[in-house]
């Protein structure tokens, strides 16, 4: 079972070569695998929405949709239906070339980072050597469309919309990056499915402090670069009329749905491969493993934007430059210490498993410590004022 | 095939439609992105020698595409101020066509 | 086969680039320009990538579509005419830059063909990510070292002379 992927492309391969010359036939496999990738991710991407659905509104002590199809199952597809019959509205005055560029700027990029996810040892579509800095790069292209979009709507809010949209995600880029420097330090490449199988012995995220670290940095400066809750200012309904999508309706406004799931599950993957190993687990096959990561992952996210309130503009720039960008700053100079040290090849891995439920429990023990101090000290003045109104 | 003298053409034909871009263009910031693209010309040069020129004895093998990489660095030093000029000329003289900016002009 | 693919490649991607390149000087609007340029730039990063510099294309689209586009972006949003003035030069100024931009173009491509180039027996196709990390770090330290610097002081800069004052 493990082996599927390698034996289907042996066989495919080995058809194709009877009928066709060994380039084509090489070419013709590739496009294939492109073609599950992609048509992976268009299903991973409903089943998404729907999850976000569900999960969302038993946070807020709803049911979720449950209308159509069994447990509400189709209503991705429904949605799917009701935007692509929808009028296609180009505002008066935009741009209509940038306008109708603007979204596949967007998509195209968020797409193009599952070429180098490892599914499994024998199932990546493209082995690059720079696979994390492919994956970097691409996740700073979406920007130049968001801001694309709001300058084509020909429409003020829109504009501020997407302004603030690059602020925000040119200031989450660089804690980011810093982010995922560690780990490229701990496994000694860049390539993808080489950090996955550097982590054969032992999990990147058990890294001794450096782990869990780099990990929550990632996954919080990738929410914010998703534009999801609570750094979806830019598009949220309440704020700013929905910000820099505001003008697109139908088709293209799924294209920009679709993105933000796709980004959505892109982050998740990478934060997967980079932390969880990828897809090394015991019994299911790789590829289970590495999308029941990913999934989980997201699910993450949603339980993020079902109970955190959304961050406001200044708090939200303020805690990237503040407080992530030296926390990433400090875990490079950590992982270093840890790759000299060479802990994750020494150390069994239950024994980091210990070692870091130890530390963020004693960093979870001084938090609460201090909160509740802080605390105490804001509450003196009001007891002293109740004290003085009751004598 | 393809050989080195095919990129080193199209490392030439892009600078030479920046330098176009430059001379012939009024808006400030498009005069930037054709400088932009004479760089992009000559780091496809770059690139191309580093590739198919023998093996240097006393160097790094990648001699050329440090520099381009150096060049990629400076060009982003460069476009921020250079915009930054342009920004700040805006807010005197509310214009960014560069014959109009020409207080210095004898 | 490869050598046909690599070939088609480099035809489309060199067309891409140079499309791109004659759309920023010649689009009237200036958006127009900058969607071009995005073209070209993304053609080159394609180019790097047959030239086997794989960590410079990552680079260059990290850095030159990423990041130096969306400065131009805020500069062309921050900077809007009020006036629609023609976006060439004079008659004259246009055709003085044609003259010297194919000038400069024959003698380049002349150049290039007639010279009798050192060419290496085959082509340098290897794994570079390493090789230029321990080149930064040794031979070209002092280089490096000096961009940050300017890296540093583009970035004072640029903030002090954009500031609201």
């Excluded at chain 1, 687990?281 to 993020?304: D, I, T």
């Excluded at chain 1, 934007?305 to 720039?317: E, F, K, N, S, V």
């Excluded at chain 3, 791109?20 to 180019?47: D, W």
């Excluded at chain 3, 300017?150 to 609201?164: F, I, N, P, Q, S």
Aim: hydrophobic fraction near 60%.
């Amino acid at each position: 079972m493990n082996d599927l992927f390698a034996t289907l492309h042996a066989v495919l391969l080995g058809l194709l070569r009877a009928v066709l010359p060994e380039g084509l036939a090489q070419a013709l496999v590739t496009l294939l695998g492109i073609a599950v990738v992609l048509g992976f991710v268009a299903l991973v991407v409903m089943s998404q929405i729907w999850a976000e659905r569900k999960v969302i509104a038993r946070i807020q002590d709803r049911v979720g949709p449950n209308r159509v199809g069994p447990f509400g199952l189709l209503q991705s597809v429904a949605d799917a239906l009701k935007l692509l019959s929808k009028e296609d509205v180009v505002p008066a005055r935009a741009d209509r070339l940038v306008f109708v560029l603007a979204p596949l700027i967007v998509l195209v990029p968020s797409l193009m980072i599952f070429a180098v996810l490892p599914f499994n040892w024998d199932a990546t579509v493209a082995n690059l050597d720079v696979g994390v800095l492919y994956v970097l790069a691409l996740a700073t292209l979406p920007t130049l469309g968001i801001v694309l979009a709001g300058w084509a709507s020909y429409n003020n809010y829109s504009l501020l919309g997407a302004m603030r949209a690059a602020a925000q995600l040119v200031s989450y880029e660089v804690p980011e990056v810093l982010a995922v420097l560690p780990v490229v330090l701990l496994a000694g490449t860049l390539s993808l499915w080489g950090i996955v199988q550097a982590q054969s012995s032992a999990w990147f995220i058990l890294a001794p402090v450096v782990g869990p670290l780099a990990f929550l940095t990632f996954l919080i400066s990738g929410i914010a670069e998703v534009n999801r809750s609570p750094f979806d200012l830019p598009e949220a309904e309440s704020e700013i009329i929905a910000g820099f999508h505001m003008e697109y309706s139908g088709m293209r406004f799924a294209l920009f749905f679709l993105a933000e799931y796709a980004n959505a599950f892109s982050v998740s993957a990478v934060a997967a491969t980079l932390f969880f190993g990828g897809w090394h687990g015991w019994l299911l096959p790789g590829y289970v493993w590495f999308v029941l990561k990913a999934y989980l992952l997201f699910l993450v996210m949603v339980w993020a934007r079902g109970t955190l309130p959304r961050l406001r503009y200044d708090q939200l720039l303020a805690f990237a430059w503040k407080v992530l960008l030296p926390l990433t700053l400090v875990n490079l100079v950590l992982a270093a210490v840890v790759k000299e040290l060479r802990l994750l090849e020494v150390v069994p891995w239950p024994a980091l498993l210990v070692i870091n439920l130890g530390v963020v429990g004693l960093l979870a023990w001084g938090y609460s410590q201090l909160y509740a101090a802080a605390q105490r000290r804001a509450a003196v003045p009001l007891l002293e004022a109740a004290q003085g109104a009751r004598s | 095939m393809v050989g080195l003298q095919h990129y080193l053409i199209l490392g030439a034909a892009l600078f030479c439609i920046g330098l176009y871009g430059a001379l012939a263009r009024r808006n400030a910031v498009t005069v930037l992105m054709a400088i932009e693209l004479m760089l992009n010309g000559v780091n496809v040069t770059f690139a191309a020698l580093n590739r198919y020129l023998p093996l240097p004895a006393d160097t790094s093998l990648f001699a050329g595409q440090l520099f381009v990489l150096f060049v990629i660095t400076v060009a982003a030093a460069e476009a921020a101020l250079g915009l930054a000029i342009i920004i700040a000329v805006y807010r005197l003289r509310r214009t960014v066509q560069v014959d109009q900016i020409d207080l210095l002009r004898g | 086969m490869t050598e046909v693919v690599a070939a088609g490649a480099f035809y489309v991607f060199a067309l891409a680039a140079l499309v791109g390149g004659l759309g920023v000087v010649s689009a009237r609007h200036v958006v127009r320009s900058a969607l071009f340029l995005m073209l070209a730039l993304s053609s080159v990063a394609a180019i790097y990538v047959l030239l086997s510099a794989d960590f410079v294309a990552a680079v260059q689209i990290l850095i030159y579509t990423g990041a130096i586009m969306l400065l131009l972006l805020f500069a062309i949003m921050l900077t809007p005419q009020q006036v629609e003035l023609p976006p060439f030069a004079s008659a004259g100024q246009q055709v003085a830059a044609g003259v010297v931009a194919a000038a400069l173009l024959a003698l380049l491509v002349g150049t290039v063909l007639v010279t009798p180039w050192p060419l290496a027996a085959t082509p340098l196709d290897r794994p570079t990510t390493e090789a230029i990390g321990q080149a930064m770090l040794t031979t070209f330290v002092f280089p490096f070292e000096l961009a940050s610097l300017v890296l540093l002081v583009g970035l004072v800069g640029a903030l002090l002379l954009a500031r609201e004052d």
